[in-house]
């Protein structure tokens, strides 16, 4: 029998986590178990190990080919007999396997959850013998269930065809619900839950207004993450490429990424990202999940995410190496509307947790975590912890806008409303007539952008409820007639602004950069002042190389 100790040392690592360890343990004594830890909390040393200690084959259910096929070639650089069962093997391959399988010859098996629930696949496992099965990424029990990977959810056979080989659930950041239905489905309930601190302290996270977004991204590429390695996360396929083109020809190495590229140019991709320094990947959330590249120090979302478990899964993908890294979320009440309008009804349960996530007040990181039940004290770096702002009470503001909302019968877009409040004249406003003419122009104590936020608010804590299904309507809820009633006070943060470069002053910068580094490469013994040694600093060749 193998020990814990010399799978350590044949992996190359120094100790086991606490959790690790607890968890491999509890499964040697044949206990299931739920572990959830953040992403990079290494969770795959968990099930490699306990499959490798107990006697038998460690099978382990993983969705995606690309994370099967990864690990296996990791695994077996260290002697561990480690294959995988899918459809891309073919007949003579899957005969290899069945032999080796048979004759002791497989320490780990990888396979997908529609291969392991087949029926002929059942009745083979039932002749070897079986050390554990391990479910990874199990958040997508409860993500892809009955509609998009059904086999998802007839994972419960294991536990009943196998009643003596134990089950570990593998899963990154989700609520109390996930869990429940992640125990539910894999018949589990008594297992030991082994819960990681959320909390990844090397992560600083921004959340900002979104203004001229592609203004902004250049900012905080060129100021605060010069020639590093990141991600940035777009809604479309489109935008992907469109946002990678414009960053390539500003001179910034960019790589687009999406479920629809050729598998082959996919890889090239990740494979590049991986590899080169300072690479951008501009993808969708196609990109990601298991990916395990250390060194990527910011993560960009040019778009929303679709629930708080989503983006704490994407921004956690930065910092791996557990180095300081940071990330910036960029949206606005146009983003918000959108997201709705394109979910279906599920997704939009989680967008609203998410929209109260980035609408609420005080710490970023406060605000995340207490979606998953975990109490923390303001981190101290994030934004908001940054510069702390004082808030403002926006309780009339907010009475204009419902009353707004209420006179017009909830059917006027929200920049319709706005401009009424602003006093604009235009196509949209001039159909608006009877008490709704009362507040024509009476809400210039604010510009757009902060109506917006105040409309922000109220359909993140629920005053307001917007409904896509038929046309666009808004709908009061019992909360707004409070605060209609001055029974219930809004409180709003400031907005922060976060600034912009464009391309202009970018290539200005980068232009005084050269002549900075020409002029000190002359000259070794005159210092430069301290502007200008920030000037250097900031700019790191990486960055410009191509221009
Ligand atoms: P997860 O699946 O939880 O996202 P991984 O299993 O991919 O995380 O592991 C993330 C990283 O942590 C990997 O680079 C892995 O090598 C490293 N790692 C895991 N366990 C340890 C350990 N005990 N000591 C040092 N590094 C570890
Ligand atoms: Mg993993
Ligand atoms: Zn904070």
Request: hydrophobic share 40%; with cysteine.
């Amino acid at each position: 029998m193998i020990s814990k100790h010399t799978i350590l040392s044949r992996f190359g690592y120094q100790a086991y986590r606490p959790l690790q360890e607890e968890a491999i343990d509890a499964l040697c004594s044949g206990n299931d178990v739920l572990l959830m830890a953040p992403t990079g909390g290494g969770k795959s040393l968990v099930y490699q190990s306990a499959g490798l200690i107990r006697d038998g084959i460690g099978i382990i259910i993983s969705p995606l080919l690309s994370l099967m096929a990864q690990q296996v070639e990791t695994l077996r650089k260290t002697g561990v007999n480690a294959y995988f069962f899918n459809s891309a093997l073919n007949i003579e391959e899957q005969d290899d396997l069945v032999w080796a399988l048979r004759h002791d010859q497989v320490d780990l098996l990888f396979m997908s959850p529609e291969k392991i629930v087949q029926p002929a696949v059942i009745g083979f496992l039932k002749d070897i013998q079986i050390s554990i099965f391990a479910i990874d990424e199990a958040h997508c029990i409860a993500q892809w269930g009955e509609a998009f990977r059904p086999e998802y959810s007839q994972l419960g056979t294991l536990r009943t065809t196998f009643p003596k080989v134990p089950i570990i659930a593998l899963t990154g950041t989700v609520d109390l619900k996930t869990i429940q239905t992640i125990e539910n489905s894999l018949q589990i309930s008594g297992c030991l839950l082994l819960k990681n601190s959320f909390d990844r302290v090397n992560i600083e996270i921004q959340i900002a207004q979104k203004r001229k977004a592609k203004q902004q991204i250049l900012y905080f590429l060129h100021h605060e993450m010069a020639g590093e390695k990141g991600i940035i996360y777009c809604r479309s396929r489109k935008k992907t490429q469109e946002l990678a083109s414009w960053l390539e020809s500003l001179g910034l190495t960019s790589l687009p990424y999406h479920a629809a590229m050729q598998e082959q140019d996919k890889q090239k991709h990740h494979q590049r990202f991986l590899n080169e320094p300072g690479v951008i990947m501009v993808a969708t959330t196609a990109y990601g999940m298991g990916i395990d590249v250390p060194d990527i120090r910011f993560v960009i979302h040019f778009d929303l995410p679709s629930s708080p478990e989503a983006y704490f899964q994407e921004v956690g993908r930065a910092g791996r190496d557990g180095k300081p890294a940071k990330s910036l979320l960029l949206y606005g009440l146009q983003d918000m509307l959108q997201a709705q309008q394109f979910g279906d009804g599920e997704n939009y349960e989680r967008l609203s947790a998410l929209f109260k996530v980035l609408e609420s007040r005080g710490c970023r990181r406060k605000n995340l975590l207490s979606h998953f039940g975990e109490e923390i004290a303001p981190c101290g770096h994030c934004d908001r912890c940054l510069s702390p702002s004082s808030e403002q009470n926006a309780t009339i503001a907010a009475q204009k806008i419902l009353s707004l909302i209420y006179y017009t019968k909830g059917i006027q877009p929200f920049s319709v409303l706005v401009d009424v409040l602003l006093g604009k004249h235009n196509k949209g406003v001039m159909k608006i007539h009877g008490e709704t003419l009362s507040l024509f122009g009476k809400g210039r104590e604010f510009t757009d952008i902060q109506w917006k936020a105040v409309i922000r608010h109220l359909i993140g804590f629920g005053y307001i409820k917007v409904d896509h299904s038929t046309t666009f309507c808004v709908h009061l809820n019992q909360k707004a007639k409070r605060v209609l009633k001055g029974e219930e006070q809004i409180l709003l943060p400031h907005e922060r602004y976060y600034p912009v470069l464009d391309e202009n002053a970018l290539h200005k910068e980068l232009i005084d950069w050269h002549k900075l580094k020409a002029w000190k490469s002359r000259d070794q013994n005159n210092p430069l002042s301290d502007r200008q040694l920030r000037l250097v600093q900031q700019h790191k060749p990486s960055n410009v190389a191509s221009l």
